[in-house]
Protein backbone atom coordinates (compact mmCIF):
# COMPACT_ATOMS: atom_id res chain seq x y z
CA UNK A 1 0.00 0.00 0.00
CA UNK A 2 1.76 3.59 -0.88
CA UNK A 3 2.45 5.84 1.94
CA UNK A 4 -0.84 8.07 0.99
CA UNK A 5 -3.21 5.24 0.87
CA UNK A 6 -2.35 4.36 4.28
CA UNK A 7 -2.53 8.04 5.41
CA UNK A 8 -5.96 7.88 4.73
CA UNK A 9 -6.44 4.72 6.53
CA UNK A 10 -4.87 6.73 9.33
CA UNK A 11 -7.51 10.17 9.23
CA UNK A 12 -10.22 7.05 8.97
CA UNK A 13 -9.32 6.03 12.56
CA UNK A 14 -8.69 9.30 13.63
CA UNK A 15 -4.66 7.92 14.26
CA UNK A 16 -3.07 10.25 12.25
CA UNK A 17 -0.27 13.11 14.27
CA UNK A 18 -2.94 15.31 14.99
CA UNK A 19 -2.48 15.64 18.89
CA UNK A 20 -5.64 14.02 19.44
CA UNK A 21 -4.84 12.74 23.26
CA UNK A 22 -6.40 12.18 26.71
CA UNK A 23 -10.66 11.02 26.82
CA UNK A 24 -11.67 12.07 23.01
CA UNK A 25 -9.07 9.71 21.44
CA UNK A 26 -10.70 6.36 22.34
CA UNK A 27 -13.92 7.60 21.61
CA UNK A 28 -13.15 9.01 18.17
CA UNK A 29 -11.08 5.91 17.33
CA UNK A 30 -14.40 3.84 18.19
CA UNK A 31 -16.33 5.83 15.96
CA UNK A 32 -13.91 5.78 13.17
CA UNK A 33 -13.86 1.97 13.39
CA UNK A 34 -17.56 1.51 13.21
CA UNK A 35 -17.48 3.67 9.84
CA UNK A 36 -14.58 0.95 8.37
CA UNK A 37 -16.97 -1.77 8.91
CA UNK A 38 -19.96 -0.42 7.46
CA UNK A 39 -18.13 0.72 4.83
CA UNK A 40 -16.29 -2.19 4.01
CA UNK A 41 -20.03 -4.18 4.72
CA UNK A 42 -21.89 -1.90 2.06
CA UNK A 43 -18.33 -2.08 0.03
CA UNK A 44 -18.82 -6.10 -0.42
CA UNK A 45 -22.57 -5.93 -1.37
CA UNK A 46 -21.59 -3.21 -4.06
CA UNK A 47 -18.53 -5.35 -5.23
CA UNK A 48 -19.93 -8.64 -5.26
CA UNK A 49 -21.67 -8.67 -9.10
CA UNK A 50 -18.42 -7.56 -10.22
CA UNK A 51 -16.52 -9.90 -8.91
CA UNK A 52 -18.61 -12.96 -9.39
CA UNK A 53 -19.31 -11.58 -12.65
CA UNK A 54 -15.17 -11.86 -13.44
CA UNK A 55 -14.59 -15.33 -11.65
CA UNK A 56 -17.27 -16.52 -14.28
CA UNK A 57 -15.75 -14.77 -17.03
CA UNK A 58 -12.55 -16.38 -16.02
CA UNK A 59 -13.65 -19.82 -16.30
CA UNK A 60 -15.38 -19.40 -19.46
CA UNK A 61 -13.08 -17.83 -21.52
CA UNK A 62 -10.22 -20.10 -21.00
CA UNK A 63 -10.14 -21.82 -23.84
CA UNK A 64 -8.22 -22.11 -26.53
CA UNK A 65 -10.82 -22.83 -29.29
CA UNK A 66 -14.68 -23.46 -28.48
CA UNK A 67 -15.41 -25.46 -26.35
CA UNK A 68 -18.65 -27.08 -25.02
CA UNK A 69 -21.94 -24.41 -24.95
CA UNK A 70 -21.30 -21.14 -23.41
CA UNK A 71 -17.19 -22.34 -22.89
CA UNK A 72 -14.72 -20.70 -25.21
CA UNK A 73 -12.31 -17.38 -26.29
CA UNK A 74 -13.66 -14.23 -25.57
CA UNK A 75 -15.50 -12.10 -28.85
CA UNK A 76 -16.71 -15.91 -30.64
CA UNK A 77 -20.15 -17.04 -29.91
CA UNK A 78 -20.47 -20.47 -28.24
CA UNK A 79 -23.35 -21.97 -29.34
CA UNK A 80 -25.93 -24.67 -27.47
CA UNK A 81 -26.77 -27.04 -30.44
CA UNK A 82 -29.68 -29.31 -28.89
CA UNK A 83 -31.28 -29.09 -25.36
CA UNK A 84 -29.85 -30.81 -22.27
CA UNK A 85 -30.40 -34.41 -21.92
CA UNK A 86 -32.47 -35.80 -19.16
CA UNK A 87 -29.84 -36.88 -17.02
CA UNK A 88 -27.79 -32.82 -17.65
CA UNK A 89 -26.54 -31.93 -13.93
CA UNK A 90 -24.32 -29.23 -15.08
CA UNK A 91 -26.61 -26.74 -14.16
CA UNK A 92 -29.81 -26.52 -12.61
CA UNK A 93 -33.29 -25.31 -14.11
CA UNK A 94 -31.98 -26.59 -17.58
CA UNK A 95 -34.62 -25.19 -20.31
CA UNK A 96 -36.38 -27.01 -23.34
CA UNK A 97 -37.73 -23.79 -24.98
CA UNK A 98 -34.36 -21.83 -26.70
CA UNK A 99 -31.22 -22.61 -27.82
CA UNK A 100 -28.21 -20.66 -26.29
CA UNK A 101 -25.58 -18.32 -27.76
CA UNK A 102 -23.24 -17.48 -25.41
CA UNK A 103 -20.71 -14.99 -25.76
CA UNK A 104 -18.10 -12.28 -23.48
CA UNK A 105 -16.72 -9.40 -25.70
CA UNK A 106 -13.70 -8.27 -24.72
CA UNK A 107 -13.95 -4.16 -25.78
CA UNK A 108 -10.20 -3.33 -24.66
CA UNK A 109 -8.38 -3.65 -27.37
CA UNK A 110 -11.22 -2.06 -30.28
CA UNK A 111 -15.08 -2.38 -30.44
CA UNK A 112 -16.57 -5.57 -31.35
CA UNK A 113 -19.53 -5.74 -34.70
CA UNK A 114 -22.50 -7.78 -33.58
CA UNK A 115 -24.07 -9.18 -36.65
CA UNK A 116 -27.95 -10.36 -36.12
CA UNK A 117 -29.90 -11.74 -38.97
CA UNK A 118 -33.66 -10.83 -40.05
CA UNK A 119 -35.17 -13.61 -38.47
CA UNK A 120 -39.28 -13.68 -37.72
CA UNK A 121 -39.14 -16.20 -34.99
CA UNK A 122 -38.12 -15.14 -31.22
CA UNK A 123 -34.84 -13.77 -30.08
CA UNK A 124 -33.00 -12.09 -27.56
CA UNK A 125 -29.45 -11.26 -26.71
CA UNK A 126 -29.30 -8.98 -23.97
CA UNK A 127 -25.88 -7.73 -22.97
CA UNK A 128 -24.55 -7.46 -19.49
CA UNK A 129 -22.08 -5.21 -18.03
CA UNK A 130 -19.52 -6.40 -15.34
CA UNK A 131 -22.26 -4.99 -13.15
CA UNK A 132 -24.99 -7.36 -14.43
CA UNK A 133 -27.03 -4.41 -15.51
CA UNK A 134 -28.80 -5.53 -19.11
CA UNK A 135 -27.64 -2.48 -20.92
CA UNK A 136 -28.99 -3.53 -24.54
CA UNK A 137 -30.82 -6.26 -25.79
CA UNK A 138 -31.38 -6.67 -29.25
CA UNK A 139 -34.12 -9.23 -30.34
CA UNK A 140 -37.58 -9.65 -31.60
CA UNK A 141 -38.88 -6.81 -28.81
CA UNK A 142 -36.40 -4.52 -29.49
CA UNK A 143 -35.02 -4.52 -32.30
CA UNK A 144 -38.17 -5.95 -34.32
CA UNK A 145 -38.91 -8.75 -36.59
CA UNK A 146 -36.94 -9.41 -39.72
CA UNK A 147 -34.86 -6.77 -38.56
CA UNK A 148 -30.65 -7.50 -40.06
CA UNK A 149 -28.86 -5.12 -37.91
CA UNK A 150 -25.04 -4.54 -37.72
CA UNK A 151 -23.77 -3.12 -33.83
CA UNK A 152 -20.66 -1.47 -33.59
CA UNK A 153 -20.25 -2.20 -29.30
CA UNK A 154 -17.35 -0.44 -27.90
CA UNK A 155 -15.73 0.12 -24.71
CA UNK A 156 -16.40 3.06 -22.49
CA UNK A 157 -12.96 4.29 -23.16
CA UNK A 158 -13.39 4.17 -27.25
CA UNK A 159 -13.39 7.76 -29.34
CA UNK A 160 -13.23 6.26 -32.71
CA UNK A 161 -15.81 6.75 -35.76
CA UNK A 162 -18.59 4.37 -36.30
CA UNK A 163 -18.38 3.47 -40.19
CA UNK A 164 -21.76 3.98 -42.21
CA UNK A 165 -24.03 1.70 -41.69
CA UNK A 166 -22.92 0.87 -38.51
CA UNK A 167 -25.22 1.29 -34.99
CA UNK A 168 -23.01 2.00 -32.32
CA UNK A 169 -23.87 0.36 -28.53
CA UNK A 170 -22.01 1.97 -26.02
CA UNK A 171 -20.84 -1.03 -23.07
CA UNK A 172 -20.32 0.52 -20.01
CA UNK A 173 -17.34 -1.90 -19.14
CA UNK A 174 -14.50 -3.12 -21.02
CA UNK A 175 -15.94 -6.72 -20.63
CA UNK A 176 -19.79 -7.68 -21.84
CA UNK A 177 -21.92 -10.74 -21.44
CA UNK A 178 -24.06 -11.82 -24.03
CA UNK A 179 -26.35 -14.61 -23.32
CA UNK A 180 -28.39 -15.40 -26.59
CA UNK A 181 -31.49 -17.07 -26.44
CA UNK A 182 -33.26 -18.41 -29.90
CA UNK A 183 -36.86 -19.71 -29.94
CA UNK A 184 -36.61 -23.97 -30.67
CA UNK A 185 -39.54 -25.43 -31.12
CA UNK A 186 -38.54 -28.99 -29.81
CA UNK A 187 -35.67 -31.00 -31.63
CA UNK A 188 -37.24 -31.20 -35.14
CA UNK A 189 -36.57 -27.42 -35.44
CA UNK A 190 -32.96 -27.65 -34.33
CA UNK A 191 -31.67 -27.19 -37.59
CA UNK A 192 -33.60 -23.83 -38.48
CA UNK A 193 -32.08 -22.41 -35.22
CA UNK A 194 -28.53 -23.52 -36.13
CA UNK A 195 -29.27 -21.61 -39.43
CA UNK A 196 -30.23 -18.12 -37.25
CA UNK A 197 -26.62 -19.04 -34.49
CA UNK A 198 -24.73 -19.19 -37.67
CA UNK A 199 -25.35 -15.95 -38.60
CA UNK A 200 -25.14 -14.38 -35.03
CA UNK A 201 -21.22 -13.16 -35.85
CA UNK A 202 -18.74 -11.43 -33.59
CA UNK A 203 -15.71 -8.90 -35.76
CA UNK A 204 -13.26 -6.82 -34.06
CA UNK A 205 -13.86 -3.56 -35.78
CA UNK A 206 -10.32 -3.77 -37.83
CA UNK A 207 -11.12 -6.91 -39.07
CA UNK A 208 -14.86 -5.45 -40.74
CA UNK A 209 -15.60 -6.09 -44.29
CA UNK A 210 -12.90 -8.71 -44.52
CA UNK A 211 -13.82 -11.98 -45.65
CA UNK A 212 -10.90 -13.86 -44.99
CA UNK A 213 -10.55 -12.71 -41.08
CA UNK A 214 -10.55 -15.65 -39.11
CA UNK A 215 -10.88 -15.39 -34.82
CA UNK A 216 -7.69 -16.11 -33.29
CA UNK A 217 -6.96 -18.94 -31.09
CA UNK A 218 -7.66 -18.58 -26.90
CA UNK A 219 -5.13 -18.33 -24.58
CA UNK A 220 -4.94 -20.85 -21.52
CA UNK A 221 -4.21 -19.89 -18.76
CA UNK A 222 -3.46 -22.67 -16.08
CA UNK A 223 -3.65 -20.77 -12.76
CA UNK A 224 -7.08 -20.20 -13.26
CA UNK A 225 -9.39 -22.81 -11.72
CA UNK A 226 -11.65 -24.50 -13.92
CA UNK A 227 -13.56 -27.26 -11.51
CA UNK A 228 -14.84 -24.87 -8.47
CA UNK A 229 -18.22 -23.05 -9.23
CA UNK A 230 -17.34 -19.14 -9.54
CA UNK A 231 -20.05 -18.53 -6.74
CA UNK A 232 -18.11 -21.36 -4.52
CA UNK A 233 -14.76 -19.50 -5.85
CA UNK A 234 -16.10 -15.54 -4.58
CA UNK A 235 -17.51 -17.02 -1.46
CA UNK A 236 -14.07 -18.29 -0.26
CA UNK A 237 -12.47 -15.56 -0.65
CA UNK A 238 -11.32 -13.31 2.14
CA UNK A 239 -11.52 -9.64 2.87
CA UNK A 240 -8.09 -9.27 0.94
CA UNK A 241 -8.59 -11.56 -1.86
CA UNK A 242 -12.15 -9.91 -2.64
CA UNK A 243 -11.62 -6.46 -2.36
CA UNK A 244 -8.01 -6.64 -4.78
CA UNK A 245 -9.96 -8.64 -7.12
CA UNK A 246 -12.41 -6.38 -7.47
CA UNK A 247 -9.87 -2.98 -7.61
CA UNK A 248 -7.92 -4.86 -10.45
CA UNK A 249 -11.07 -5.60 -12.09
CA UNK A 250 -12.05 -1.74 -11.61
CA UNK A 251 -9.25 -0.48 -13.80
CA UNK A 252 -11.09 -1.52 -17.20
CA UNK A 253 -14.59 -1.71 -15.95
CA UNK A 254 -15.30 2.14 -14.23
CA UNK A 255 -18.42 2.18 -11.61
CA UNK A 256 -21.90 3.80 -13.05
CA UNK A 257 -22.54 7.39 -12.87
CA UNK A 258 -24.53 7.32 -10.09
CA UNK A 259 -22.12 5.59 -7.86
CA UNK A 260 -20.17 8.37 -6.79
CA UNK A 261 -21.71 8.44 -3.47
CA UNK A 262 -20.32 5.22 -2.63
CA UNK A 263 -16.80 5.77 -3.99
CA UNK A 264 -16.49 8.35 -1.71
CA UNK A 265 -17.11 6.43 0.86
CA UNK A 266 -14.90 3.77 -0.01
CA UNK A 267 -12.07 6.72 -0.48
CA UNK A 268 -12.38 7.31 2.65
CA UNK A 269 -10.75 3.14 3.41
CA UNK A 270 -8.66 3.96 0.99
CA UNK A 271 -10.33 1.85 -2.11
CA UNK A 272 -9.96 4.24 -5.13
CA UNK A 273 -11.33 3.39 -8.40
CA UNK A 274 -8.25 2.71 -10.74
CA UNK A 275 -5.99 2.04 -8.14
CA UNK A 276 -4.42 -1.34 -6.40
CA UNK A 277 -5.90 -2.45 -3.15
CA UNK A 278 -3.83 -3.81 -0.38
CA UNK A 279 -5.44 -4.89 3.20
CA UNK A 280 -2.20 -6.43 4.02
CA UNK A 281 -0.62 -3.21 4.21
CA UNK A 282 -3.57 -1.57 5.93
CA UNK A 283 -3.20 -0.93 9.97
CA UNK A 284 -4.36 -4.16 12.11
CA UNK A 285 -7.39 -2.25 13.39
CA UNK A 286 -8.78 -1.25 9.51
CA UNK A 287 -7.77 -5.34 8.71
CA UNK A 288 -10.02 -6.34 11.29
CA UNK A 289 -13.17 -3.97 10.30
CA UNK A 290 -12.83 -5.56 6.41
CA UNK A 291 -13.05 -8.88 7.49
CA UNK A 292 -15.86 -8.76 10.25
CA UNK A 293 -17.63 -6.32 7.35
CA UNK A 294 -16.84 -9.09 4.88
CA UNK A 295 -18.13 -11.65 6.72
CA UNK A 296 -21.08 -10.23 7.68
CA UNK A 297 -21.88 -8.89 4.37
CA UNK A 298 -21.96 -12.57 3.20
CA UNK A 299 -24.68 -13.45 6.12
CA UNK A 300 -26.59 -10.54 4.42
CA UNK A 301 -26.43 -11.55 0.71
CA UNK A 302 -27.43 -14.67 1.66
CA UNK A 303 -30.47 -13.42 3.43
CA UNK A 304 -31.09 -11.17 0.41
CA UNK A 305 -31.09 -13.23 -1.83
CA UNK A 306 -33.60 -15.91 -0.30
CA UNK A 307 -36.21 -12.99 0.03
CA UNK A 308 -35.55 -11.61 -3.14
CA UNK A 309 -37.97 -14.12 -5.25
CA UNK A 310 -41.35 -12.09 -4.74
CA UNK A 311 -44.49 -14.47 -4.09
CA UNK A 312 -48.00 -14.14 -6.02
CA UNK A 313 -51.07 -14.76 -3.90
CA UNK A 314 -51.37 -18.20 -5.66
CA UNK A 315 -48.02 -19.75 -4.33
CA UNK A 316 -45.83 -18.52 -7.31
CA UNK A 317 -42.70 -16.63 -6.52
CA UNK A 318 -41.29 -14.81 -9.35
CA UNK A 319 -39.86 -11.15 -9.92
CA UNK A 320 -41.20 -8.07 -12.09
CA UNK A 321 -37.91 -6.08 -11.46
CA UNK A 322 -34.11 -6.74 -12.50
CA UNK A 323 -31.66 -6.94 -14.92
CA UNK A 324 -31.37 -2.86 -14.59
CA UNK A 325 -30.48 -1.75 -11.22
CA UNK A 326 -29.33 1.91 -10.66
CA UNK A 327 -28.17 2.59 -7.26
CA UNK A 328 -29.96 -0.16 -5.41
CA UNK A 329 -26.87 -2.30 -4.82
CA UNK A 330 -28.36 -4.85 -2.17
CA UNK A 331 -31.08 -6.08 -4.80
CA UNK A 332 -28.13 -6.32 -7.58
CA UNK A 333 -26.22 -8.18 -5.21
CA UNK A 334 -28.91 -10.16 -4.42
CA UNK A 335 -29.72 -11.63 -8.10
CA UNK A 336 -26.25 -12.15 -9.07
CA UNK A 337 -25.77 -14.41 -6.04
CA UNK A 338 -29.09 -16.37 -6.69
CA UNK A 339 -29.63 -15.48 -10.69
CA UNK A 340 -26.41 -14.33 -12.12
CA UNK A 341 -27.55 -13.33 -15.91
CA UNK A 342 -31.15 -12.50 -14.85
CA UNK A 343 -33.06 -11.08 -17.62
CA UNK A 344 -35.08 -7.54 -18.09
CA UNK A 345 -38.59 -8.85 -16.92
CA UNK A 346 -39.78 -7.28 -20.33
CA UNK A 347 -38.05 -10.27 -22.53
CA UNK A 348 -38.80 -12.94 -19.66
CA UNK A 349 -40.65 -13.66 -16.65
CA UNK A 350 -40.18 -17.01 -14.54
CA UNK A 351 -42.41 -17.86 -11.89
CA UNK A 352 -41.32 -20.61 -10.04
CA UNK A 353 -43.89 -23.23 -7.79
CA UNK A 354 -43.33 -25.43 -4.79
CA UNK A 355 -46.29 -26.16 -3.18
CA UNK A 356 -49.99 -26.54 -3.97
CA UNK A 357 -52.87 -24.64 -3.15
CA UNK A 358 -53.01 -26.27 0.22
CA UNK A 359 -49.25 -25.02 0.85
CA UNK A 360 -48.34 -28.67 0.64
CA UNK A 361 -44.78 -29.65 -1.16
CA UNK A 362 -45.55 -31.14 -4.36
CA UNK A 363 -45.09 -34.39 -4.50
CA UNK A 364 -45.03 -36.71 -7.06
CA UNK A 365 -47.07 -39.19 -4.98
CA UNK A 366 -49.89 -37.26 -5.59
CA UNK A 367 -51.92 -36.15 -8.71
CA UNK A 368 -52.17 -32.39 -9.35
CA UNK A 369 -53.74 -30.36 -12.00
CA UNK A 370 -52.74 -26.70 -13.33
CA UNK A 371 -56.14 -25.26 -14.82
CA UNK A 372 -55.79 -22.46 -16.61
CA UNK A 373 -59.85 -20.64 -17.18
CA UNK A 374 -60.95 -19.32 -20.67
CA UNK A 375 -58.90 -16.19 -21.64
CA UNK A 376 -56.79 -16.58 -18.96
CA UNK A 377 -54.10 -18.33 -20.45
CA UNK A 378 -50.50 -16.67 -19.64
CA UNK A 379 -50.96 -13.54 -21.25
CA UNK A 380 -47.20 -13.08 -23.57
CA UNK A 381 -46.52 -11.74 -26.70
CA UNK A 382 -43.83 -14.86 -27.77
CA UNK A 383 -44.37 -18.13 -25.79
CA UNK A 384 -44.94 -20.12 -22.17
CA UNK A 385 -44.09 -22.72 -20.56
CA UNK A 386 -44.12 -25.44 -18.23
CA UNK A 387 -41.42 -27.50 -16.88
CA UNK A 388 -40.63 -29.96 -14.16
CA UNK A 389 -37.95 -30.75 -11.79
CA UNK A 390 -36.66 -33.05 -9.35
CA UNK A 391 -36.26 -31.24 -5.63
CA UNK A 392 -32.82 -30.12 -6.74
CA UNK A 393 -33.92 -28.63 -9.97
CA UNK A 394 -32.59 -31.29 -12.46
CA UNK A 395 -34.42 -32.84 -15.47
CA UNK A 396 -37.17 -35.71 -14.58
CA UNK A 397 -36.88 -38.38 -16.62
CA UNK A 398 -39.75 -40.59 -18.11
CA UNK A 399 -41.01 -42.81 -20.82
CA UNK A 400 -42.91 -39.73 -23.12
CA UNK A 401 -39.57 -37.68 -22.73
CA UNK A 402 -41.31 -34.79 -22.06
CA UNK A 403 -40.04 -32.49 -19.73
CA UNK A 404 -42.11 -29.07 -20.40
CA UNK A 405 -45.68 -28.37 -21.87
CA UNK A 406 -46.38 -25.38 -23.63
CA UNK A 407 -48.45 -23.15 -25.74
CA UNK A 408 -46.16 -25.04 -28.66
CA UNK A 409 -47.50 -27.94 -27.70
CA UNK A 410 -50.74 -29.71 -29.12
CA UNK A 411 -52.31 -29.14 -25.70
CA UNK A 412 -56.21 -30.36 -26.11
CA UNK A 413 -58.91 -27.22 -24.48
CA UNK A 414 -61.87 -28.59 -21.98
CA UNK A 415 -65.33 -27.69 -23.98
CA UNK A 416 -65.58 -24.74 -22.36
CA UNK A 417 -62.34 -23.24 -23.65
CA UNK A 418 -60.18 -23.49 -20.32
CA UNK A 419 -57.07 -25.74 -20.78
CA UNK A 420 -56.15 -28.27 -17.74
CA UNK A 421 -52.13 -29.50 -17.35
CA UNK A 422 -52.17 -32.82 -15.61
CA UNK A 423 -48.48 -33.21 -13.02
CA UNK A 424 -49.20 -36.96 -11.76
CA UNK A 425 -45.97 -39.72 -12.38
CA UNK A 426 -48.66 -41.74 -14.07
CA UNK A 427 -50.65 -41.61 -17.45
CA UNK A 428 -53.77 -39.55 -16.58
CA UNK A 429 -55.66 -41.84 -19.23
CA UNK A 430 -54.89 -41.47 -23.00
CA UNK A 431 -57.66 -38.90 -23.64
CA UNK A 432 -55.10 -36.28 -21.54
CA UNK A 433 -52.14 -37.66 -22.62
CA UNK A 434 -51.13 -34.72 -24.92
CA UNK A 435 -51.61 -32.43 -21.70
CA UNK A 436 -49.49 -34.73 -19.48
CA UNK A 437 -46.33 -33.21 -17.57
CA UNK A 438 -45.00 -36.67 -16.58
CA UNK A 439 -42.93 -36.63 -12.90
CA UNK A 440 -41.20 -39.27 -10.60
CA UNK A 441 -42.97 -40.19 -7.36
CA UNK A 442 -41.02 -38.13 -5.38
CA UNK A 443 -40.80 -33.86 -4.46
CA UNK A 444 -40.66 -32.02 -7.21
CA UNK A 445 -41.17 -28.08 -8.09
CA UNK A 446 -42.17 -26.20 -11.27
CA UNK A 447 -41.12 -23.39 -13.63
CA UNK A 448 -43.66 -21.39 -15.85
CA UNK A 449 -40.79 -19.47 -18.34
CA UNK A 450 -42.80 -16.50 -19.67
CA UNK A 451 -41.21 -15.20 -23.18
CA UNK A 452 -42.22 -11.11 -23.93
CA UNK A 453 -44.82 -11.30 -21.26
CA UNK A 454 -47.58 -8.79 -21.74
CA UNK A 455 -48.26 -5.70 -19.07
CA UNK A 456 -50.92 -7.74 -17.23
CA UNK A 457 -47.77 -9.94 -16.01
CA UNK A 458 -45.31 -6.88 -15.00
CA UNK A 459 -48.19 -4.85 -13.52
CA UNK A 460 -49.84 -7.71 -11.68
CA UNK A 461 -52.72 -7.88 -13.26
CA UNK A 462 -52.47 -11.67 -14.22
CA UNK A 463 -50.99 -14.34 -11.74
CA UNK A 464 -50.75 -17.73 -12.45
CA UNK A 465 -53.25 -20.06 -10.95
CA UNK A 466 -52.56 -22.40 -8.09
CA UNK A 467 -51.55 -25.97 -8.77
CA UNK A 468 -54.67 -27.84 -6.91
CA UNK A 469 -54.33 -31.36 -5.68
CA UNK A 470 -56.98 -34.19 -6.93
CA UNK A 471 -58.06 -36.08 -3.91
Not at 120 to 127: E, G, I, Q, V
Request: net charge neutral; charged share 20%.
Amino acid sequence: MQRAALAIFALALGLASSGAQGEAAPKARDIALQDAYEIAREAYIYAYPMVLMDATRAQLTNFADSGRAGFGPPNRFNNARAFPPADFRAVVRPNVDTLYSSAWLDLGPEPVVLSVPATDRYFMLPMLSMWTDVFAAPGTRTTGPDSAREFVVAGPKWSGAVPPGLELIRSPTRWVWIIGRTQTNGAGDYANVHSIQDRYRLTPLSAWGKADYAPPPGKVDPAIDMRTPPPAQVARMDAAAFFARFAEVLKDNPPNPADYPTLHRLQRVGLVAGNDFDLGSAPPAVRQAFERGTADAKKELAEAARKSSGEAASGWSYRVTGGAYGVDYRFRAAIAYSALGYNLPQDAVYPSLARDSEGRPLDGNERYVLHFGKGELPPVRAFWSVTAYDADGYFIPNALARQALGDRDKLVVNADGSLDLHLQSESPGKDKEANWLPVAKAPFNLLLRLYWPKSEVLDGAWTPPPVRRIP
